[in-house]
């Protein structure tokens, strides 16, 4: 068994990591930028560094058994050379390839037949958008998503275009590399699932939540498993095909549309720990932190199953009005009856997320209740801030 996991990246996700690898008898070695980040308080040793420095990879490698991702913002190429050294990447940078550009990531998922919106490349030149356009318009209309290909999160490079003009000022001058158009899907809801996969090949699958967003940021991840059989086996039938074809090791996040008339397609996909999955800290037998790392260090993984009724997990996010450490908000929350606040430590601005809050359900709770219960942290949290 690895004892020491090397992690690129010092945010919430590897600063969630502290109880899991304290379980397991692990010390983490953290690769991160900044002295603040909030994996730096949790971890055995830090590496000063961005990244995506490989140099300082090479370094880190020095210092641990394997390397596990916090996000996806590294320089596969450059990490190669590593890999092929003898350093142990988990997952490995082969099954990484196909996901961190998202229109690459399309076409990777249509070539394994697993069901994507529509979606299209951005034109070479202006001649070139010209036919895009024309071609959208058979294809899939107005109104159009536009994503960032790389380096887009929480809402950041994503845009709904209405029509054709919207979308050349958007693209003047084009620049393929940068841009995805993708079908407006109208769904019902949206769904995410976390899922791992470990060395054996053994795969294991969370429950099926719905994620509700404000400004295309997550707002709120709902637990209720309120969902028809046929939307569960889809979602697990998709999730375990992709890592398996993927030969994929760790834990990985997967976001769903659900359509009106009961399909489910597939969003995107997180190479990591995800924010859809923090409700499993407190309400699952397993946490994701904790299977991720079970699964990189070659350790039999856990049960994902639920460990209460439900629950409902809300961000907290910097408010436009304040840039306190919101100590009064987040001791009304903790006031709350089963819940369980967790406070980043970040510098506070607009729109960040700062922290989350879960809830547990209690037996015979439901919808109702989580619905309630979201409200209740929003209004201690935003005040009287819209809903969204």
């Given at each position: 068994?690895s004892?020491?996991?090397?992690?690129?990246?010092?945010?919430?996700?590897?600063?969630m990591?502290?109880?899991?690898?304290?379980?397991?008898?692990?010390q983490?070695?953290?690769?991160?930028?900044?002295?603040?980040?909030p994996?730096?308080?949790?971890?055995?040793?830090?590496?000063?560094?961005?990244?995506?420095?490989?140099?300082?990879?090479?370094e880190?490698?020095?210092?641990?058994?394997?390397?596990?991702?916090?996000?996806?913002?590294?320089?596969?190429?450059?990490?190669?050379?590593?890999?092929?050294?003898?350093?142990?990447?988990?997952?490995?940078?082969?099954?990484?390839?196909?996901?961190?550009?998202?229109?690459?990531?399309?076409?990777?998922l249509?070539?394994l037949?697993?069901?994507?919106?529509?979606?299209?490349?951005?034109g070479?030149?202006l001649?070139?958008?010209?036919?895009?356009?024309?071609?959208?318009?058979?294809?899939?209309?107005?109104?159009?998503v536009?994503?960032?290909?790389?380096?887009?999160?929480?809402?950041?490079?994503?845009?709904?275009?209405k029509?054709?003009?919207?979308?050349?000022?958007?693209?003047?001058?084009?620049?393929?590399?940068?841009?995805?158009?993708?079908?407006?899907?109208?769904?019902?809801?949206?769904?995410?699932?976390?899922?791992?996969?470990?060395?054996?090949?053994?795969?294991?699958?969370?429950?099926?939540?719905?994620?509700?967003?404000?400004?295309?940021?997550?707002?709120?991840v709902?637990?209720?498993?309120d969902?028809?059989?046929?939307?569960?086996?889809?979602?697990?039938?998709?999730?375990?095909?992709?890592?398996?074809?993927?030969?994929?090791?760790?834990?990985?996040?997967?976001?769903?549309?659900?359509?009106?008339?009961?399909?489910?397609?597939?969003?995107?996909?997180?190479?990591?720990t995800?924010?859809?999955?923090?409700?499993?800290?407190?309400?699952?037998?397993?946490?994701?932190?904790?299977?991720?790392?079970?699964?990189?260090?070659?350790?039999?993984?856990?049960?994902?199953?639920?460990?209460?009724?439900g629950?409902?997990?809300?961000?907290?996010?910097g408010?436009e009005?304040?840039?306190?450490?919101?100590?009064?908000?987040?001791?009304?929350?903790?006031?709350?009856?089963?819940?369980?606040?967790?406070?980043?430590?970040?510098?506070?601005?607009?729109?960040?997320?700062?922290g989350?809050?879960?809830?547990?359900?209690?037996?015979?709770?439901?919808?109702?209740?989580?619905?309630?219960?979201?409200?209740?942290?929003?209004?201690?949290?935003?005040?009287?801030?819209?809903?969204?």
């Amino acid at each position: 068994m690895s004892k020491r996991v090397g992690i690129i990246g010092g945010g919430q996700l590897a600063w969630m990591m502290a109880a899991a690898a304290q379980k397991l008898e692990l010390q983490l070695i953290i690769q991160t930028a900044s002295a603040t980040d909030p994996a730096v308080s949790i971890a055995a040793h830090t590496l000063y560094a961005p990244i995506d420095d490989a140099i300082a990879t090479a370094e880190l490698a020095t210092a641990c058994d394997l390397i596990t991702f916090e996000n996806e913002f590294v320089d596969l190429k450059a990490l190669a050379g590593l890999e092929q050294q003898g350093v142990l990447f988990y997952p490995q940078l082969r099954s990484l390839a196909p996901l961190l550009d998202k229109y690459e990531q399309r076409c990777y998922l249509q070539q394994l037949g697993l069901p994507t919106p529509k979606f299209m490349p951005v034109g070479t030149d202006l001649a070139a958008l010209e036919t895009a356009l024309a071609a959208l318009e058979t294809a899939f209309g107005f109104p159009v998503v536009l994503k960032a290909r790389r380096l887009g999160y929480d809402g950041q490079g994503t845009l709904i275009v209405k029509d054709p003009q919207s979308l050349a000022a958007h693209l003047s001058p084009p620049r393929p590399d940068t841009w995805l158009l993708e079908e407006f899907i109208p769904f019902d809801r949206e769904l995410a699932v976390m899922a791992a996969r470990s060395r054996s090949g053994e795969v294991v699958v969370y429950p099926v939540v719905e994620t509700q967003q404000v400004n295309q940021v997550c707002r709120r991840v709902f637990v209720t498993e309120d969902f028809g059989n046929s939307v569960v086996e889809q979602v697990r039938s998709i999730a375990t095909q992709l890592l398996d074809r993927l030969d994929y090791v760790g834990i990985m996040g997967i976001e769903f549309f659900l359509t009106r008339d009961g399909r489910v397609l597939i969003n995107e996909t997180a190479p990591r720990t995800h924010n859809s999955g923090h409700y499993s800290l407190d309400a699952c037998e397993t946490s994701q932190f904790e299977q991720q790392l079970r699964a990189v260090c070659g350790l039999p993984l856990g049960s994902p199953a639920l460990n209460c009724a439900g629950a409902v997990m809300v961000n907290l996010l910097g408010n436009e009005a304040t840039e306190s450490d919101y100590l009064e908000q987040r001791q009304q929350l903790a006031a709350l009856p089963r819940s369980h606040v967790y406070w980043y430590g970040k510098a506070a601005r607009p729109g960040r997320k700062l922290g989350h809050v879960t809830l547990r359900l209690d037996e015979g709770e439901g919808r109702s209740q989580v619905e309630a219960l979201a409200k209740t942290v929003e209004k201690i949290w935003y005040g009287e801030e819209p809903m969204g």
